[in-house]
């Protein structure tokens, strides 16, 4: 079992930046792939971006995101982060981020831990 706790999320206005973090209750962290998703009002939770394990060289995001959005992972802080740079209203959405074992996928249904997720809200 892992427990995860999403921060970093706020009211920021278009063009904005924020940095999402994913925290973890197990220095086995590292041992998770982790994936972030975000659900806007009325509609599905959709895939952002995800990280595989260890090293976390291998990265993926979904294409309205490339190019603004980055994601990192700190094993000694047990934390993953996601850089969100050149904030669209589109972005609006909770931000959920998720870990499993195996590989970063892009399906929520393949994700066995969830935290709690956090606001992001862009204004126009």
């Known amino acids: 079992q892992v427990q995860l706790v999403e921060s970093g999320g706020g009211l920021v206005q278009a063009g904005g930046s924020l940095r999402l973090s994913c925290a973890a209750s197990?220095?086995?962290?590292?041992?998770?792939?982790v994936g972030w998703f975000r659900q806007a009002p009325g509609k599905e939770r959709e895939f952002v971006s995800a990280?595989?394990?260890?090293?976390?060289?291998?990265?993926s995001y979904t294409n309205s995101v490339k190019g603004r959005f980055t994601i990192s992972r700190d094993n000694a802080r047990n934390t993953v982060d996601l850089r969100m740079n050149s904030l669209r209203p589109e972005d609006t959405a909770v931000y959920y981020c998720?870990?499993?074992?195996?590989?970063?996928?892009?399906?929520?249904?393949?994700?066995?831990?969830w935290g709690q997720g956090t606001q992001v809200t862009v204004s126009s």
């Open positions: 998720a870990a499993r074992f195996g590989a970063p996928l892009d399906t929520d249904t393949e994700y066995h831990y």
């Open positions: 197990r220095d086995t962290f590292s041992n998770y792939a």
């Open positions: 990280i595989s394990t260890w090293s976390g060289s291998s990265k």
